[in-house]
C-alpha cells in the first residue's frame, strides 16, 4: 500500500522525516518495503495574474494577455478559450521546463510570447485539459508553483501481514505511529448537512444472508453533478496507486483509503424497484462486472441486488448497468461489512482482484461502517454540489461483540523474556484502544477495538507488549531444544529417501489435490476404493478439485512437464501421504505411499561405456536394494494381471513374506 506523508500527517505528526518513521513501522511490525520522493513534473513555473486580454490581430482564436508578475509584467500569447482578465494562472517563464520540454522566448504569428500560460495537462497534472489552469484568488502572485500547490511529498510503501488488515488506510497507519510514539491521534471531523427527507423515503434494504453480509448501509443524495475532482483529491489517489475518475467515484476511493472502509456509488435511477437485497448468487448465475467481462457465479457468493437482479458483486467489484456515469445526478451510497472468508474465496474463484476485495478479505472495522458512509456524503456533497437525505439506512441483523481476552503478567514475561510491569503492560495496551479491566494482581481482561480483529489470544496480546516495549529490549537467548527418541517410523522414512537419493533419484513434491481428469486415465476398476477420491467442496480450479488417492498422477505430470521441455532422462520418486476413502462421512485413510518413475538412460552414458537404460529389471533391483536397506525380509515378484495402467507381461506385484 502507498501511502502519502502529507496525507499521514494530517493524522499524526509525531515530529519525525519519512525515513524515521518508516524505520518506526517496520521496527513496530508493520514493514516500509520503500520510501519514494515525489514532486511536480516542472521547474520554472510561477504563479502570475492576468491583467488584461487583447485579441491576436491576425489569428481569430488567439489572444495576447499581459500577466502580472513582482518584478514587472510579461506579455503572452495564448489559446485557451477561458483565459480572462482577473485570474490567477501558472506562467512558465522563459526556460522552464515541462513534461513537453523546455520553454522559450518565441513569436508566435507575429507577436512575441514571453512566456506560457499552462494547463494542468501541459504540467503533467492531468491526462487531459479542456482550457488553462486556473488557481485560487488567493494565489501569491510570483509564488514558485510547486510549492504553491504543495506538489513535494514522500510516498511509503507499506506492506503490512495478512492479519493486519486494519493498517490498509491512512488512519489504521496513523494509529500505529501514535501509539508507537505517543503523539496525538487526529481523526477527521465529519461535518454532514442532511436534508429535511428521510433516506427511507428512498430506499430499502434486505438481508437474506447475514452470515455473508452483517451488517448493510445505504445513504442517498440528489442533485448531483459529475466532473473531475480537485487536484489535492487526484494527487493523493495517484500517488496512493488509483486512477482519479470523477468527482463521486473518486470519493468512495479517497475514503477507502482514508479510513480503510471500502465502498460503492451506485447511479440511483438505474436501481429498479427502489430496494437493495443483499443474498447469494444462485449456481451458473451470470453477471456483467465494471470491466465489461461476463462472470459466472456460485452459490457461495454473494450478490448486491435491486428488485428485479443483481447489480454488484459484494464486495469485490460492481455492475457494468449501474456506474456512475457523467449523466448520473441521483446516488445511492453503499457501506457494508463483508464476512472475510465470502470475499477472499469469491476472489480467489474469479481471479478478480480489487481494492475493495484486498480490504474485506482481510478484514474492515464493523463498527466505522456508518462513519465512513457519512463522511463519503459530506465530500461528495461538497465536491459534487448534492444534497443528503436525512439519515442513514444501517441493516444490522448481526452486531459484531468485542470478545474478551485473559491477559497474566507472569505469562508475559515468559513468553517475551522480558520483565515487564503491570503500568507498562496497561499503557500498552490503552495506547492501542484497548479496554481493560483489572480481575486480580497482574491479571486482566481486554477486550480490542473493533479494528483489531487479529485480536482473538493471550499470545496476540502479548506480541502487542512487545512490540511497543521495543524487540530490540528483548534479550537474545538461545532456544533450549529437548532431545527426543527417534521413532522407529521416522528412522524408515529418513533412511528410504536416502536410498533413494543413492540410488540417483531426485525427491519431487507435488500437489495432494489433483485433477479427476488424472486418476480416470489410470482405468482402475470400479472396485478399487482408489477410484473414488474425495471431493472438495471448495477447489480452487477443476484441475485441483479431488484428494490423490496415488502418487502417479501428479508423478506422471512431472515427467510430462520435463518431457515438453527437453528433458530425456529422468530418475524421480515422491514420499508422501494418499488419502483413500474410509466410507461415507468418515475421514479418509491416510498412508504413505513411495512411487518412483525411470525413464531414459538411468546410468549415463560415457566415453568408455554406453550407458544402462532404465527398464523393468532396473526398477525391480532398485526395490530390492531398498528392502535390504530397510533390513524387510525377501520380496517375490509375480506377475501383475487386471492392473490396468500396467502395461500387459511388463508389471509385477510384489509380495513381501509375513
Known amino acids: 500500500?502507498?501511502?502519502?506523508?502529507?496525507?499521514?500527517?494530517?493524522?499524526?505528526?509525531?515530529?519525525?522525516?519519512?525515513?524515521?518513521?518508516?524505520?518506526?513501522?517496520?521496527?513496530?511490525?508493520?514493514?516500509?518495503?520503500?520510501?519514494?520522493?515525489?514532486?511536480?513534473?516542472?521547474?520554472?513555473?510561477?504563479?502570475?495574474?492576468?491583467?488584461?486580454?487583447?485579441?491576436?490581430?491576425?489569428?481569430?482564436?488567439?489572444?495576447?494577455?499581459?500577466?502580472?508578475?513582482?518584478?514587472?509584467?510579461?506579455?503572452?500569447?495564448?489559446?485557451?478559450?477561458?483565459?480572462?482578465?482577473?485570474?490567477?494562472?501558472?506562467?512558465?517563464?522563459?526556460?522552464?521546463?515541462?513534461?513537453?520540454?523546455?520553454?522559450?522566448?518565441?513569436?508566435?504569428?507575429?507577436?512575441?510570447?514571453?512566456?506560457?500560460?499552462?494547463?494542468?495537462?501541459?504540467?503533467?497534472?492531468?491526462?487531459?485539459?479542456?482550457?488553462?489552469?486556473?488557481?485560487?484568488?488567493?494565489?501569491?502572485?510570483?509564488?514558485?508553483?510547486?510549492?504553491?500547490?504543495?506538489?513535494?511529498?514522500?510516498?511509503?510503501?507499506?506492506?503490512?501481514?495478512?492479519?493486519r488488515g486494519d493498517c490498509l488506510s491512512v488512519l489504521g497507519v496513523a494509529r500505529e505511529v501514535a501509539a508507537l510514539t505517543e503523539a496525538p491521534l487526529k481523526v477527521p471531523e465529519v461535518s454532514l448537512e442532511e436534508e429535511a427527507v428521510p433516506v427511507e423515503d428512498f430506499i430499502s434494504v434486505e438481508i437474506l444472508d447475514p452470515d455473508l453480509c452483517p451488517r448493510y448501509t445505504a445513504r442517498y443524495l440528489w442533485d448531483v453533478k459529475i466532473g473531475p475532482s480537485p487536484l489535492w483529491m487526484r494527487l493523493r489517489l495517484e500517488r496512493s496507486?488509483?486512477?482519479?475518475?470523477?468527482?463521486?467515484?473518486?470519493?468512495?476511493?479517497?475514503?477507502?483509503?482514508?479510513?480503510?472502509?471500502?465502498?460503492?456509488?451506485?447511479?440511483?435511477?438505474?436501481?429498479?424497484?427502489?430496494?437493495?437485497?443483499?443474498?447469494?448468487?444462485?449456481?451458473?448465475?451470470l453477471f456483467v462486472t465494471l470491466d465489461g467481462k461476463e462472470r459466472v457465479l456460485d452459490g457461495q457468493m454473494l450478490l448486491i441486488c435491486d428488485a428485479e437482479g443483481p447489480v454488484a458483486i459484494g464486495g469485490v467489484m460492481g455492475g457494468l448497468e449501474s456506474e456512475i456515469e457523467e449523466g448520473t445526478t441521483r446516488v445511492l451510497l453503499e457501506s457494508a461489512f463483508f464476512t472475510p472468508s465470502s470475499i477472499r474465496r469469491t476472489s480467489r474463484v474469479l481471479r478478480l482482484q480489487t481494492e475493495s476485495a484486498y480490504r474485506f478479505e482481510r478484514g474492515v472495522d464493523p463498527e466505522g461502517v456508518s462513519f465512513a458512509s457519512a463522511r463519503a456524503a459530506a465530500l461528495m456533497a461538497e465536491l459534487a454540489g448534492g444534497k443528503?437525505?436525512?439519515?442513514?439506512?444501517?441493516?444490522?441483523?448481526?452486531?459484531?461483540?468485542?470478545?474478551?481476552?485473559?491477559?497474566?503478567?507472569?505469562?508475559?514475561?515468559?513468553?517475551?523474556?522480558?520483565?515487564?510491569?503491570?503500568?507498562?503492560?496497561?499503557?500498552?495496551?490503552?495506547?492501542?484502544?484497548?479496554?481493560?479491566?483489572?480481575?486480580?494482581?497482574?491479571?486482566?481482561?481486554?477486550?480490542?477495538?473493533?479494528?483489531?480483529?487479529?485480536?482473538?489470544?493471550?499470545?496476540?496480546?502479548?506480541?502487542e507488549v512487545g512490540r511497543l516495549k521495543g524487540y530490540d529490549e528483548v534479550p537474545e537467548v538461545p532456544p533450549r531444544l529437548l532431545a527426543s527418541p527417534r521413532r522407529g517410523e521416522d528412522w524408515a522414512f529418513k533412511e528410504l529417501r536416502r536410498l533413494m537419493v543413492g540410488m540417483g533419484f531426485y525427491e519431487v513434491i507435488t500437489y495432494g489435490f489433483v485433477s479427476p481428469r488424472g486418476l480416470a486415465?489410470?482405468?482402475?476398476?470400479?472396485?478399487?476404493?482408489?477410484?473414488?477420491?474425495?471431493?472438495?467442496?471448495?477447489?480452487?480450479?477443476?484441475?485441483?478439485?479431488?484428494?490423490?488417492?496415488?502418487?502417479?498422477?501428479?508423478?506422471?505430470?512431472?515427467?510430462?512437464?520435463?518431457?515438453?521441455?527437453?528433458?530425456?532422462?529422468?530418475?524421480?520418486?515422491?514420499?508422501?501421504?494418499?488419502?483413500?476413502?474410509?466410507?461415507?462421512?468418515?475421514?479418509?485413510?491416510?498412508?504413505?505411499?513411495?512411487?518412483?518413475?525411470?525413464?531414459?538412460?538411468?546410468?549415463?552414458?560415457?566415453?568408455?561405456?554406453?550407458?544402462?537404460?532404465a527398464d523393468f529389471f532396473t526398477m525391480k533391483g532398485c526395490l530390492e536394494e531398498v528392502f535390504r536397506g530397510l533390513h524387510l525380509p525377501e520380496a517375490q515378484f509375480v506377475p501383475a494381471e487386471g492392473i490396468s495402467y500396467l502395461h500387459p507381461g511388463q508389471g509385477a506385484e510384489v509380495r513381501l513374506q509375513g
Not at 504563479?47 to 509584467?73: F, M, N, T
Not at 474425495?534 to 510430462?560: A, C, I, K, W
Open 388 to 463: 443528503v437525505a436525512r439519515g442513514v439506512l444501517d441493516v444490522y441483523p448481526r452486531p459484531w461483540k468485542r470478545p474478551e481476552v485473559p491477559l497474566r503478567l507472569r505469562w508475559i514475561g515468559r513468553f517475551l523474556g522480558v520483565k515487564v510491569t503491570e503500568d507498562e503492560v496497561e499503557g500498552y495496551l490503552q495506547r492501542l484502544a484497548m479496554e481493560i479491566q483489572r480481575e486480580g494482581k497482574g491479571k486482566w481482561k481486554v477486550r480490542p477495538p473493533s479494528w483489531r480483529f487479529d485480536i482473538q489470544e493471550e499470545v496476540d496480546l502479548a506480541e
Open 521 to 613: 486415465a489410470l482405468r482402475l476398476d470400479e472396485g478399487d476404493p482408489r477410484s473414488r477420491p474425495l471431493e472438495l467442496l471448495n477447489p480452487l480450479s477443476e484441475d485441483q478439485s479431488v484428494m490423490r488417492t496415488t502418487l502417479l498422477p501428479g508423478l506422471l505430470e512431472v515427467v510430462r512437464w520435463n518431457l515438453r521441455r527437453g528433458a530425456k532422462d529422468i530418475r524421480i520418486f515422491e514420499l508422501r501421504k494418499v488419502f483413500i476413502p474410509s466410507g461415507k462421512g468418515e475421514l479418509p485413510d491416510e498412508r504413505r505411499a513411495l512411487g518412483a518413475v525411470a525413464l531414459g538412460e538411468f546410468i549415463p552414458s560415457w566415453w568408455k561405456e554406453k550407458g544402462k537404460v
Open 1 to 163: 500500500m502507498k501511502l502519502p506523508f502529507s496525507w499521514l500527517k494530517e493524522f499524526v505528526d509525531p515530529g519525525l522525516s519519512p525515513h524515521e518513521v518508516a524505520e518506526l513501522l517496520t521496527m513496530g511490525g508493520i514493514e516500509v518495503e520503500g520510501v519514494e520522493e515525489v514532486r511536480g513534473d516542472f521547474k520554472g513555473v510561477v504563479v502570475g495574474e492576468v491583467l488584461d486580454v487583447q485579441a491576436h490581430p491576425r489569428v481569430e482564436r488567439l489572444k495576447i494577455c499581459r500577466v502580472k508578475l513582482p518584478g514587472g509584467e510579461k506579455r503572452v500569447v495564448c489559446g485557451a478559450p477561458n483565459v480572462r482578465a482577473g485570474i490567477k494562472v501558472p506562467l512558465a517563464l522563459e526556460g522552464a521546463e515541462l513534461p513537453g520540454g523546455s520553454v522559450r522566448r518565441r513569436e508566435i504569428q507575429g507577436e512575441a510570447s514571453e512566456g506560457m500560460i499552462c494547463s494542468e495537462q501541459e504540467l503533467g497534472l492531468a491526462p487531459e485539459s479542456s482550457g488553462i489552469m486556473i488557481l485560487d484568488d488567493e494565489a501569491p502572485v510570483g509564488a514558485d508553483l510547486e510549492e504553491y500547490l504543495d506538489l513535494r511529498d514522500w510516498v511509503l510503501d507499506l506492506s503490512p501481514t495478512p492479519n
Open 241 to 285: 496507486g488509483i486512477r482519479a475518475i470523477n468527482n463521486v467515484v473518486d470519493v468512495t476511493n479517497y475514503v477507502m483509503l482514508e479510513l480503510g472502509q471500502p465502498l460503492h456509488a451506485f447511479d440511483y435511477d438505474r436501481i429498479r424497484g427502489r430496494k437493495i437485497v443483499v443474498r447469494r448468487a444462485r449456481e451458473g448465475e
